[in-house]
């Protein structure tokens, strides 16, 4: 095989040596932190694995790591990057004594605790965020004051957000108080602060919000603060997604 024939999408070869998702490797790119033989790159280039030298941030690219699939109950309070400008603590502090390089499937915004999956592996990662397998995420929502029956259909047949209309979402009733009301809402997208947006536009005040499930993965007991391993059958349930 010639030197072009086994050149690779540079992208591909971040995520492949469990660095980073596809998606913020390109991201990395675009922000001239990635360099191919001394140059930086631009997207769409690609390299030879054995023969090129691609550097990050100036540290050459390591070969692939042991694959690593963590559950994290994410605190309330801590951003999901792995640096932050602003000096908040980072979900990665709470996994600091796991030896491989991890990133997060997707985000979850500072006021919004639960559910995160961290792994170095970016293949996976890359196809349970792309957009057309619609991957089911629910999220436990307290509001003030009652769900109207309009507000819900609305959340449910889709809402008119700043960037477009949402997809149909399922919501389930679990519990009203005097003062507050608590239920799932499940998506199948991942926009930007998307069930905050979604319930301030039907005209509801969200107080708490906590993931409890993505895919086929359900928090259940994991303390807040804590992470546990998958398993190797709940690795395979989310390939299968």
Same mark, same amino acid.
């Not at 003030?144 to 809402?159: F, I, M, T």
């Given at each position: 095989?010639?030197? =072009?024939?086994? &050149?690779?999408?540079?992208?591909?070869?971040?995520?492949?040596?469990?660095? =980073?998702? /596809?998606? %913020?490797? %390109?991201?990395?790119?675009?922000?001239?932190?990635?360099?191919?033989?001394?140059?930086?790159?631009?997207?769409?280039?690609?390299?030879? $694995?054995?023969?090129?030298?691609?550097?990050? !941030?100036?540290? #050459?690219?390591?070969? %692939?790591?042991?694959?690593?699939?963590?559950?994290?109950? *994410?605190?309330?309070?801590?951003?999901?990057?792995?640096?932050? $400008?602003?000096?908040?603590?980072?979900?990665? !502090?709470?996994?600091?004594?796991?030896?491989?390089?991890?990133?997060?499937?997707?985000?979850?915004?500072?006021? +919004?605790?639960?559910?995160?999956?961290?792994?170095? !592996?970016?293949?996976?990662?890359?196809?349970?965020?792309? $957009?057309?397998?619609?991957?089911?995420? +629910?999220?436990?929502?307290?509001?003030?004051?009652?769900?109207? #029956?309009?507000?819900?259909?609305?959340?449910?047949?889709?809402?008119?957000?700043?960037?477009?209309?949402?997809? $149909?979402?399922?919501?389930?009733?679990?519990?009203?108080?005097? /003062?507050? &009301?608590?239920?799932?809402? &499940?998506? +199948?997208?991942?926009?930007?602060?998307?069930?905050?947006?979604?319930?301030?536009?039907?005209?509801?005040?969200?107080?708490?919000?906590?993931?409890?499930?993505?895919?086929?993965?359900?928090?259940?007991?994991?303390?807040?603060? *804590?992470?546990?391993?998958?398993?190797?059958? %709940?690795?395979?349930?989310?390939?299968?997604?």
């Amino acid at each position: 095989m010639n030197q =072009a024939a086994a &050149t690779v999408r540079i992208q591909k070869l971040i995520a492949r040596a469990g660095l =980073a998702s /596809r998606r %913020e490797a %390109e991201r990395w790119i675009e922000q001239g932190r990635v360099t191919l033989n001394g140059k930086r790159v631009s997207l769409g280039d690609q390299a030879n $694995p054995h023969h090129d030298q691609v550097e990050i !941030d100036g540290r #050459p690219l390591s070969k %692939e790591q042991n694959k690593c699939y963590l559950m994290l109950n *994410k605190p309330l309070g801590y951003v999901t990057t792995a640096h932050d $400008p602003q000096g908040r603590a980072t979900v990665f !502090d709470l996994v600091a004594q796991v030896p491989e390089r991890l990133f997060s499937i997707g985000r979850l915004d500072l006021n +919004t605790g639960g559910l995160l999956l961290l792994t170095n !592996d970016g293949a996976l990662a890359n196809s349970l965020l792309h $957009p057309r397998f619609g991957i089911p995420k +629910t999220y436990r929502v307290k509001i003030s004051g009652e769900l109207d #029956p309009l507000a819900q259909q609305n959340l449910e047949h889709g809402v008119e957000l700043e960037d477009g209309i949402t997809a $149909p979402a399922q919501v389930s009733r679990m519990r009203v108080s005097r /003062r507050n &009301t608590w239920f799932d809402l &499940t998506i +199948t997208e991942g926009r930007n602060r998307q069930v905050r947006r979604m319930c301030e536009a039907v005209g509801c005040s969200v107080s708490m919000l906590n993931r409890v499930r993505f895919g086929n993965l359900e928090l259940q007991v994991l303390q807040v603060g *804590k992470f546990r391993h998958l398993s190797a059958a %709940e690795v395979e349930s989310l390939r299968r997604l």
